[in-house]
């Protein structure tokens, strides 16, 4: 057989470089945060199969403990393969039929992607809005369940653009006697803040693995009630989107275990390790850990004359949005705690770009510590930054 005749290789593209190598930086923004140490060793292990009887051992432990987390007794409770956005669009993928009415409470950037999503799924979007710093109250969402009467209501429990925790007492309830499936967002409250899927009558949740669970990003925890589960069933159509179909995706994560996609299993050690460390600190001590944590920040930084967004009883733990004081060019703050000492602050998004900082405490990163470190530097370095002279500013 003659050999084909390949083209000549371009070079153009092949870029002469030295292994990889990260500066160490603590990520004190809205995520990622830093993964736990023996969460980046359970990532380094090597891969095994994807449908080895040992990783299917580790998909259930996963399984079983995303549960506890969650506090919720879902059968359909997975990792997707992406990251929380994807996790995001898995419950409006396999829960919206097009016209289906989708009713999403806005109160941030999160709530917006969430009404975009639905859109692109062919939902009838209406929105609520609440100012972003605020969240809705439970006489709002009924009035407006009586009055759209939706299919789903989404919501995000805590809105990371803003820090605001909404608070989630009858609103499941709510939803059951209006015949509404309720989807939150738990992307920033996995792990750090208290949540009770089940006795809340959440039907629908998703998280990622980078914030509350000190895993690095790349995987999407998803979980699905019996209601949603019976929705799914009586779908008169497929669900519009392959990758996202929760009911092929069971056939791998349930019983059959038959092949759907290569599961990103690194990720998953990743996800095992973190979810076992949670276990072995416990839920409770983790939520406490997260709060008392949050508190010491929240006094040091009003302590140093900063003023925060929220009122106390809205505040995340997890995320705290400060105002940029006056005359303080923001950005330039950020970067110089970057450039000087390798911490990440959050800027603000949205409406808020420009007007706050984000503060996360999130996971492995929640300790006394950050928090004593970051308090330190904002004393010593900020003031020169109050100045509006670029020279001033450049101190460090
Ligand atoms: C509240 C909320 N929802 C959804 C997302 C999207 O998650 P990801 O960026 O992992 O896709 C984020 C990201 O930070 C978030 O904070």
């Not at 039929?97 to 009713?103: A, C, F, I, M, R």
């Not at 990622?208 to 790349?218: D, E, H, I, V, Y």
């Not at 497929?238 to 092949?259: C, E, F, M, T």
């Not at 998004?349 to 470190?373: C, F, H």
Request: overall charge negative; hydrophobic content about 40%; proline content about 7%.
């Amino acid at each position: 057989m003659p050999q084909p005749v390949l083209p000549s290789v371009n070079s153009s593209h092949r870029l002469g470089l030295d292994p990889i190598n990260t500066p160490s930086r603590l990520l004190l923004g809205p995520g990622p945060s830093n993964a736990h140490p023996t969460v980046l060793q359970a990532l380094a292990r090597t891969p095994i199969g994807h449908l080895d009887p040992l990783y299917i051992q580790l998909m259930g432990e996963v399984q079983e403990l995303l549960r506890y987390v969650w506090q919720t007794d879902n059968r359909l409770t997975i990792p997707m393969s992406g990251t929380g956005s994807a996790a995001m669009e898995a419950t409006l993928a396999n829960m919206i039929e097009p016209g289906d009415k989708v009713l999403v409470a806005i109160k941030g950037y999160f709530g917006l992607r969430l009404a975009d999503m639905a859109g692109r799924y062919r939902a009838k979007v209406v929105t609520i809005e609440r100012p972003w710093g605020e969240a809705f109250s439970l006489e709002e969402l009924e009035q407006a369940l009586i009055t759209h009467k939706p299919a789903i209501l989404a919501m995000v429990h805590a809105e990371t653009s803003t820090g605001v925790c909404q608070p989630m007492e009858g609103i499941g309830e709510l939803c059951r006697q209006h015949d509404c499936l309720l989807v939150l967002d738990t992307v920033t409250s996995l792990g750090a803040v208290p949540l009770f899927l089940d006795a809340w009558k959440v039907d629908l949740a998703y998280s990622c693995s980078q914030k509350g669970l000190s895993c690095p990003p790349g995987l999407g925890p998803f979980t699905m009630g019996p209601r949603a589960e019976a929705k799914l069933a009586a779908r008169s159509g497929k669900v519009p989107n392959w990758y996202l179909d929760v009911s092929l995706l069971n056939q791998y994560w349930g019983s059959d275990r038959v092949y759907h996609h290569t599961a990103p299993v690194n990720m998953n050690f990743g996800m095992r390790e973190a979810l076992r460390l949670l276990a072995e600190e416990g839920l409770e001590n983790a939520w406490t850990r997260h709060r008392r944590n949050a508190m010491a920040l929240w006094t040091g930084l009003e302590s140093l004359g900063l003023e925060l967004l929220v009122p106390e009883e809205l505040r995340l733990p997890t995320l705290t949005t400060v105002h940029i004081p006056e005359g303080v060019d923001g950005k330039a703050f950020s970067r110089h705690l970057l450039d000087h000492h390798g911490i990440e602050l959050g800027g603000g998004l949205g409406a808020l770009a420009g007007k706050v900082w984000r503060i996360g405490l999130m996971g492995y990163n929640s300790t006394p510590e950050n928090v004593e470190r970051l308090l330190k530097l904002l004393q010593s370095e900020l003031p020169a930054f109050r100045s509006s002279s670029p020279a001033m500013a450049s101190v460090g």
